[in-house]
């Protein structure tokens, strides 16, 4: 059954709340801090114990190798799946959450994560977007934060931070207000920025179809291939990609790891995770922003 409009959140919150009970979702402890940087407070989170995900992590890859299906989202747990966004994809919980009520938007049928993102993904991604307020998210990669190769978009609801802004990097964007393509004055590294009219959430078949023509130009700007309108394209190389109701945000990656600190799509939304104590000293030496521009491509980087 297709998703009924209105039932999304009632129903990601009655699967939390049974998935919690039986077992089936293992959220991840956390602890956090901000970091002041750059006229913006990054918000991090320290987790506190990955163990359980980092077993089912390398279980999966043994299995790969050993040429065994270990895709989680071909048959994906009953448990945690929430509902029918369209002909074309489900809505799942994230197994091993750290933020609450993490949605996983994946396709029915494989495709693989390193594929361009097609109108059909936007328009799940949108009927989504119009049930409530949050932060969607790609990682076109691995090197872009991605740890499944099943394509699948990301949303958490928002705030994301307990105190501050909505979403860390509203500072940052207050010098943006005009709906045209343009670029971050505090981001030193690649990027692609647009506004939206926020009436769009309204209509969700033609929000998808405005963003994803809005995609494939932000992908020419920063000199990626566009996806092709009537079959999967691969990505030229790989990237973050982040979607609100009222902007996006397109950047791309040279390399997952700062360190041994692992950034995905959140990260350029001003929200980050550390492993432990150590790493998270090295991010405040460094500075957030500093770290960031390590892992994507320079300001003066390839270009059309």
């Not at 995609?215 to 009537?230: E, F, I, K, R, T």
Request: glycine share 4%.
């Amino acid at each position: 059954m297709i998703l009924k409009k209105g039932t999304l959140w009632e129903s990601i919150v009655r699967t939390t709340k049974h998935a919690l009970k039986i077992g089936a979702l293992l959220p991840v402890p956390t602890n956090h801090i901000f970091i002041d940087d750059v006229g913006m407070r990054f918000f991090v989170r320290v987790l506190a114990g990955l163990r359980r995900k980092d077993e089912a992590r390398k279980r999966q890859e043994a299995e790969s190798a050993a040429g065994i299906n270990t895709n989680p989202f071909l048959e994906p747990e009953k448990e945690l799946t929430v509902a029918d966004i369209s002909e074309t994809h489900l809505a799942i919980l994230n197994k091993f959450n750290v933020v609450e009520h993490h949605l996983l938007i994946i396709t029915r049928e494989f495709e693989n994560q390193d594929m361009l993102l097609t109108q059909q993904d936007f328009e799940a991604l949108w009927l989504c977007m119009a049930e409530y307020n949050g932060l969607a998210f790609y990682n076109g990669g691995r090197e872009a934060g991605a740890s499944q190769q099943h394509k699948h978009l990301q949303m958490v609801p928002l705030p994301l931070a307990p105190t501050g802004p909505a979403i860390p990097i509203e500072p940052l964007l207050a010098a943006t207000p005009v709906r045209m393509l343009q670029t971050i004055s505090g981001f030193p590294f690649l990027h692609a920025f647009i506004r939206l009219d926020q009436d769009l959430v309204n209509s969700p078949l033609d929000a998808a179809k405005t963003t994803f023509e809005l995609y494939a130009a932000m992908l020419n700007s920063v000199g990626m291939h566009a996806p092709q309108a009537d079959s999967l394209s691969p990505q030229s190389m790989p990237y973050c990609f982040l979607v609100t109701r009222e902007w996006l945000l397109l950047v791309p990656r040279t390399k997952e790891f700062f360190e041994d600190i692992s950034f995905n799509s959140l990260a350029f939304a001003g929200s980050l995770f550390v492993r432990n104590d150590q790493q998270l000293e090295r991010l405040k030496t460094v500075g957030p922003m500093k770290a960031l521009a390590s892992v994507a491509m320079p300001n003066n980087g390839p270009r059309r």
